[in-house]
């Protein structure tokens, strides 16, 4: 009885005794959500138009963070490494494009998931080999990103909120909103949901594929980036941060490979639960499960809803 | 190859019974209400324009698809629905319109494959490949080889199907239906896509899998000269409703049949 | 001109049906497994230590994951951590019954990492695809978090890692610091023949037919009255057997101890690595991806200094990720079928020279 009282019962008196602490797990899930989404909303960006799942969608991340980084403290200005990252970002797609997709256009879903293995290695390599293996850490200041917290007496308590974590949160809501703006009123926007539907179908009404692509692949680069920069001021900038990226996979089954609403609110609930089960009930079972605990859900959630929260679903014809 | 076993229905009674079916995606009616009947031996057509409903029709009889309403009486057996599993075991085989092989096997492993329900051999021998597997895979393989002379595919046994041209590919697929020994054989547009030559090829293999083993057929075809010829009796499908159910000739001369296909306005 | 198979006339279907129907194969086979015992007689320890043994141990758990994702076209990034359950299933076995002979708990441990395996393929039922690969991810984090905060598992050492105790094999030092590179090769390569031999046996008859009849086309497969989850989850238990003896064999075998860390995801990749490299569905193939995969490090550390050319440790590591990442997405480019299909080509290429028409 025990054992039941500490699962079931004893979480939440906690949550109701110190609701102070229970907000703060909130905000730092909701923080922690956010960061998925942004990866997760590059994910569904290139599915969408090329039905690739890229799965070095996380180290483009890390790449991006690195060559900026890097950029900097090769001794260029903040904002001109910033602007030359930019740049790398649309040779990376642009490279992508040539090297990687055109030459396996109408191949298996699956071939294409598997080369973006190799690219996610090969980015890897390339990274290291160039900026070095080490951790290190983001030009913050030179970027004029806040620092510092806001300390808000309430409920009994104090809750913390870095002011950087807030501006990441207006920052990804300005983009998410730019870019839905960007794909469903400009031309290419339109383009880019004919190629979506059907590549075939796109080619013979006179679109061109590759330059679709190239905008896609840049566009999730930029979403990249400003992930990186926002990752990378919670924590160190390096490839250790791959495995993290990982958890974006989860968070695209929560929400569908195509939703980009689907990738935010999946996102912000693999956030958030994970923060609350390492927190209320981790404890019981020594702790650690952030690592595991998105990937459970998921394939909880497979078994249930195989297309997701917001995902279409299919009809099998033969 | 051996006549069908295990069936207690004679020549001639009904086999399979559709009643009453209706099968709809969200709001589109692919089939509504229809049924009809299979006799053991025969070879019964399913005729209609595109998007009529066959091939959903077929899906339902082996149970792919699950109908919103409606029967299906198999070998005495009333269900509302059938499970591919069972339909297969039941002696139910079936070919596709787009052809659906094994891509990555060969010829001969695909037809291989097609007696997987009849053999039994477990891991346990299937490790060692000795003893009573590979007797059994001995003694299979002697059915598939009367099935590749029976179709004239020796010379293509060990290609890669997926390299072979699409006729053949029809062919191959037929043999990997034949090789479960069905009791129903269901054809979906056995020759499309064929030239006339392979039609005539295609037509008599039907015509003999039909005769020599007494295999009850039924199959969507496109083509009325070869559906007039080999059917026995033709069911018409338009907008997923039946409009005519009938020897060849009766439905031939059926007014609501000739406007379905010239497009007279509803 | 050698490589025929004219005047080679097979009189039944058993003979057909046999794995290597044409002579001069059967003869290569032969001589290449004799080569490989008398390895032994070399003394060379490098060569064992270094290169065979993890060469042929990341083969088996290639074959292990080419059975589940080459044949019957799962894709699983959770090799490394079914590796790990045999690896972990065999340090806690062979502690419990001491007595018993090593050998005998590192094939019994591939049953319990089957075991496991079976019940992460659970999902495969109603997802494929990348879903799929996110469900085995599942396994992957949740089993590598078992190794690490269970401590019951690596029997409560401050180190936190498997240490290999000695384990005698008819008064021969088998496993733990004193045994030698020689018998341990011996065991490793009898092992991997042995299981290669299985493997080979399984996916040429009715259930290798299964496996591959559901990856080309599962609804056909289904409506041939294949039963679509038995059929996978088969494929899940071979697979994973393979990859729990391969991940024993990492640890007894070869590092003589361990911690969670060797069997994370990058393990995982690694493994997928060797077979598309080699060539999804072949068996060849996971000798081949293997072999590449793993003698690449070596040969970037080795040959450069040779001419003149100093590399550190880190770069090598570095120019490794760049070259497989690369070579991945060459071969899905140009020869999806791996290293496997051309050995295939040049052996056609053989039949018919010097006459190729």
């Known amino acids: 009885m025990d054992i039941l009282y500490k699962i079931f019962i004893d979480p939440f008196v906690q949550m109701g005794t110190a609701p102070d602490l229970l907000v703060q797990t909130l905000w730092e899930g909701l923080v922690g959500g956010m960061l998925y989404a942004l990866i997760a909303l590059g994910f569904v960006l290139i599915f969408k138009a090329s039905g690739v799942f890229n799965f070095a969608q996380g180290i483009m991340v890390v790449f991006a963070a690195l060559t900026l980084v890097g950029l900097h403290a090769a001794g260029m200005p903040a904002f001109v490494a910033l602007a030359l990252t930019i740049v790398v970002m649309l040779g990376l797609a642009y490279a992508v494009e040539r090297v990687v997709l055109k030459p396996l256009v109408n191949q298996p ?93 796109a080619l013979s009404v006179g679109i061109s594929l590759e330059q679709i692509w190239v905008i896609v692949w840049f566009a999730a680069g930029l979403v990249a980036l400003v992930t990186g920069i926002m990752w990378g001021a919670r924590s160190d900038v390096s490839f250790a941060l791959d495995v993290i990226a990982l958890k974006a996979l989860p968070v695209l089954i929560l929400g569908g490979f195509t939703s980009v609403p689907g990738a935010i609110v999946g996102g912000l609930i693999i956030g958030v639960g994970e923060k609350l089960a390492e927190f209320y009930w981790g404890p019981l079972i020594g702790g650690g499960t952030d690592s595991w605990f998105a990937f459970v859900i998921a394939l909880v959630f497979l078994l249930y809803w195989p297309h997701g929260l917001f995902g279409e679903k299919i009809i099998e014809r033969i | 190859m051996r006549a069908p076993t295990g069936s207690h229905i004679a020549a001639g009674e009904v086999l399979l019974a559709v009643e009453n079916v209706s099968l709809s995606f969200g709001g589109v009616h692919a089939i509504r209400d229809v049924s009809f009947d299979i006799r053991k031996g025969e070879i019964r057509a399913i005729i209609g324009p595109n998007g009529a409903g066959k091939t959903s029709m077929l899906n339902v009889i082996n149970g792919f698809y699950t109908p919103q309403a409606g029967q299906i009486t198999f070998k005495g057996q009333t269900r509302s629905k059938m499970r591919p599993f069972e339909a297969a075991r039941g002696g139910i085989a079936r070919t596709f319109q787009n052809v659906a092989l094994f891509r990555g096997m060969t010829a001969l492993d695909n037809i291989m494959a097609g007696r997987t329900l009849r053999m039994h051999r477990g891991l346990f021998w299937q490790i060692f490949r000795y003893g009573p597997a590979m007797t059994e895979e001995v003694e299979h393989r ?125 | 001109m050698f490589y025929r198979e004219a005047g080679q006339f097979k009189t039944d279907y058993a003979s057909d049906q046999a794995v290597f129907p044409i002579l001069q194969d059967r003869i290569g086979i032969v001589v290449i497994v004799l080569a490989a015992y008398s390895l032994v007689l070399a003394q060379n320890d490098f060569l064992l230590n270094a290169m065979m043994i993890p060469f042929l141990i ?162 056909a497969a289904e409506l041939m009255g ?131 028409y």
């Not at chain 2, 004239?152 to 029809?170: A, D, E, F, N, S």
Request: aromatic share 12%.
């Open chain 3, 58 to 219: 990341f083969t088996l758990a290639a074959i292990g994951l080419n059975l589940l994702t080459g044949y019957t076209g799962l894709l699983s990034l959770g090799t490394g951590a079914f590796m790990g359950v045999g690896a972990y299933s065999c340090y806690k076995l062979t502690t419990i019954f001491p007595g018993v002979n090593i050998i005998i708990w590192i094939i019994v441990s591939g049953f319990f990492a089957a075991f496991i395996g079976v019940i992460f393929g659970l999902p495969s039922l109603r997802i494929k695809g990348f879903y799929l690969a996110v469900a085995t991810l599942a396994a992957q984090f949740f089993l590598e978090w078992c190794f690490i905060r269970i401590p019951w598992l690596y029997n409560y050492n401050v180190s936190a890692a498997i240490e290999v105790p000695q384990r005698e094999l008819f008064g021969v030092i088998v496993t733990g610091p004193r045994a030698t590179a020689e018998t341990r090769y011996l065991i490793v390569l009898t092992i991997v023949v042995v299981m290669t031999w299985m493997a080979s046996n399984i996916v040429h008859g009715r259930i290798g037919r299964m496996w591959m009849a559901v990856r080309d086309m599962d609804i």
């Open chain 1, 109 to 201: 879903d699956i071939i294409l998931f598997m080369a973006t293995f190799g690219l996610t290695y090969f980015l890897i390599g390339f990274g290291e080999l160039i900026f070095g293996g080490d951790p290190k850490i983001m030009i913050t200041e030179e970027l004029y990103l806040p620092k510092g917290a806001i300390t808000i007496k309430a409920l009994g308590g104090i809750i913390g909120l870095q002011k950087l974590d807030i501006a990441a949160a207006i920052i990804a809501t300005v983009m998410v909103a730019a870019l839905s703006i960007f794909f469903s009123k400009t031309r290419i926007g339109r383009a880019l949901r004919a190629v979506a539907d059907s590549h075939k179908a």
């Open chain 2, 142 to 266: 002697l059915r598939a080889e009367e099935i590749i002379d029976f179709l004239h595919i020796q010379h293509i046994r060990k290609i890669q199907v997926g390299r072979l041209p699409y006729g053949l590919q029809k062919r191959v697929e037929l043999g990997r239906a034949l090789a479960m020994e069905p009791d129903l054989l269901l054809l979906d547009e056995p020759m499309a896509g064929m030239n006339l030559e392979e039609k005539e090829d295609m037509s008599r293999f039907v015509l003999d899998v039909n005769q020599h083993f007494g295999t009850t057929i039924a199959l969507i075809e496109h083509d009325m000269g070869v559906v007039m010829d080999l059917s026995d009796r033709v069911v018409v499908l338009d907008y997923g409703q039946k409009i005519a159910d009938g020897s060849p000739d009766e439905v031939k001369s059926n007014k609501t049949v000739i406007d379905a296909y010239l497009g007279v306005a509803h």
């Open chain 3, 226 to 356: 294949i039963r679509l989850l038995p059929t996978k989850l088969l494929a899940f238990a071979v697979s994973s057997f393979y990859c729990g003896v391969a991940g024993a064999m990492l640890v007894f075998l070869w590092y003589g101890g361990a911690e969670s860390t060797v069997f994370s995801i990058n393990q995982s990749f690694f493994v997928l690595f060797m077979i598309i490299i080699g060539g999804l569905g072949s068996l060849l193939g996971s000798y081949l991806g293997a072999a590449l995969i793993f003698m690449l490090p070596i040969v970037l550390r080795f040959v450069p200094p040779k001419f003149g050319i100093p590399v550190h440790a880190a770069t090598v590591e570095h120019i490794t990720f760049m070259t497989v990442g690369a070579l991945i997405v060459f071969f899905l480019i140009v020869e999806p079928h791996g290293l496997a299909r051309l050995w295939q080509i040049a052996k056609q290429k053989l039949r018919v020279w010097p006459f190729p």
